[in-house]
């Protein structure tokens, strides 16, 4: 199961227990999914996860490990596993003491990419793994330890001497993608973290431009500097995808997304809905489960929802008739789920004649799926058809999703069993529509915008980080303690190291915000604190936009004229929003 296989599952079980139907708020089934996920990978009791990462959810702890009790159980009963099992069963498969030493003989050495990312459950696996020789190397970046909101913990790379005496430690300090200028400044920002490998990052790049600390109105005039720098490269001969905008949340690049469709400068965005996890795309898979296994539950779940005239109540009454199993209960005897939709002689399902018919076509599909010798593609080709009109029915653009299928048939001619490409489908997805179907955009070129979390790893010629206030880089959803604060800190070194040539740093002065009463509709930001040390800010050339030099400039005495300041400034910004 996928993530949201997972969910959907705790959501089944939350209304069994009648936990959505209380006068008191439970957590839905996202919280519910990531809690336990947390809790599984850091190694946590679930009333510390809660306590420090889901407060809100800390009077609702015995109803949460009833659900969590319950879907563990389920699972075993589906015979279906989820992501974290993946760890959990490697775990108790290298612990044992037949089987894990026999794994643990199959390898010489063990080599790890990326060890800043693991968690405390795959630490404890590779543990077992390399067994008492401890042949072991581990390559990372403690400074780009950024995951922590996967469970990933930057104390398994930096007790990695501790944990594995006599651990020899290779620094590789030369970088071959950015200039010295830039360097020195993510050198400045990351030397600043109290806890670290220490090390310096060097360059043969001499590089004649430090990088660029603008600071600007407020996000209108941002905005309108990114686009103005995005342009002036472009006519130099950078072309769009070499440049990146990057920052902290998703939504940070709204007003900038505007502008530059209103600049006709197409873009590309990083960070949005995964192929897999499309409604659509979800459909067929949860058809294909069904054939693999009869007693899913969750894909039967949906898969009856799709029929016009089923809601949740109904799909429940037909799940319950079509003997899937359900909680305690045993298999029933009789044919199996998908059997017993065509089979003669049966008593109807408890639906009205249009729903019945609909039925019928759907164990139709199934049957011509489950036949012998029936290869992958040619299943996911006959649930096509069969959603086809469910399609019409159910979605907007519902050519375009029907494309995604036929997308999906051509990854399932790769498999050699429906098995195998359900499995692969899971652990290994397409990352979005477009790794399918070709290049997301038919312009000649387009900007890259990305969250930072989506950037690491990559590189472009030109960067430019938006909104460096405080609040946003670190996100003040994140400011709660040490460890968090400097997880903001490495977030903004990974940032500042995925230039080659040039780097452009934004701050603006001012956001604006829904006024409630009589307040005014604009705050003052702060520089980031990560920027504001001197020995940051002086490997940084700093400028400051025309209308914040205006702004700068005037001597505001009150605040009456700072309020008729903060009106003419947004008129001004707006202006340039709406002309054309």
Known sequence: MDQ?????????????LGLSERERRFPRKDTLAAVYSRTVNAGRRLAEVVEADFPWCREEVDGIRSVFRRYARRKREHNVLDYDDLLLYWRALAAGQGLGSRLTRLFDHVLVDEYQDTNTLQADILSHLCGPTGNITVVGDDAQAIYSFRSAT???????????????????????????????????????????????????????????????????????AVCRRVLEH???????????????????????????????????KYGGLKFLEAAHVKDAVALLRILEN??????????????????????????????????????????????????????GPPCPPDVRSQLE??????????????????????????????????YSHPAERLRDLEQLEQLASRSPSRARFITDLTLDPPSSTGDLAGPPSLDEDYLILST?????????????????????????????????IEEERRLLYVALTRARNDLYVYFPLRYYRRPRGH???????????????????????????????????????????LSSAGHRAVEMSLARLWEG
């Open 4 to 16: 949201a296989d997972a969910a959907d599952l705790m959501n089944l079980i939350r209304e069994e």
């Open 154 to 224: 930057v104390r398994n790379i930096l007790e990695f001497p501790q944990r594995y005496a006599g651990a020899r430690i290779v620094r590789l300090e030369q970088n071959y993608r950015s200039t010295r200028p830039i360097l020195a400044a993510a050198n400045a920002v990351i030397e600043l973290s109290p806890e670290r490998h220490v090390k310096t990052l060097w360059s043969e790049r001499p590089g004649d431009r430090s990088p660029l600390l603008m600071t600007c109105l407020d996000e209108a005039d941002q905005s309108d």
């Open 234 to 268: 472009r006519e130099r001969g950078v072309p769009l995808h070499g440049q990146a905008v990057l920052f902290r949340a998703a939504h940070h690049s709204d007003l900038l997304e505007i502008e530059l469709a209103r600049r006709n400068i197409p873009f590309v």
């Open 294 to 347: 009869p007693f899913d539950a969750v894909s039967w779940f949906r898969t009856l929802q799709l029929i016009d005239g089923v809601g949740p109540a109904a799909a429940r009454r037909l799940v319950e008739w079509l003997g899937v199993r359900r909680g305690d209960a045993p298999v029933p005897p009789g044919p199996s789920p998908v059997r017993r939709l065509l089979a003669p002689g049966l008593p």
């Open 361 to 394: 076509a759907l164990g139709a599909a199934l049957a011509d799926c489950a036949g012998e010798g029936v290869p992958p593609a040619a299943q996911v080709e006959r649930i096509r058809r069969f959603l086809a009109p469910v399609f019409e029915r159910t």
């Open 452 to 484: 930072i979390h989506s950037a690491k790893g990559l590189e472009w010629d030109v960067v430019h980080v938006i909104h460096a206030a405080d609040g946003m880089i670190p996100s003040d959803m994140a400011t709660g303690g040490p460890e968090e």
């Open 519 to 561: 307040e005014d509709a604009h705050s003052y930001a702060q520089l980031s604190r990560f920027l504001i040390p001197a020995t940051v800010r002086s490997r940084f050339e700093s400028r400051v936009a025309p209308l914040a030099e205006e702004l700068i400039d005037e001597p505001l005495q009150d605040e009456d004229q």
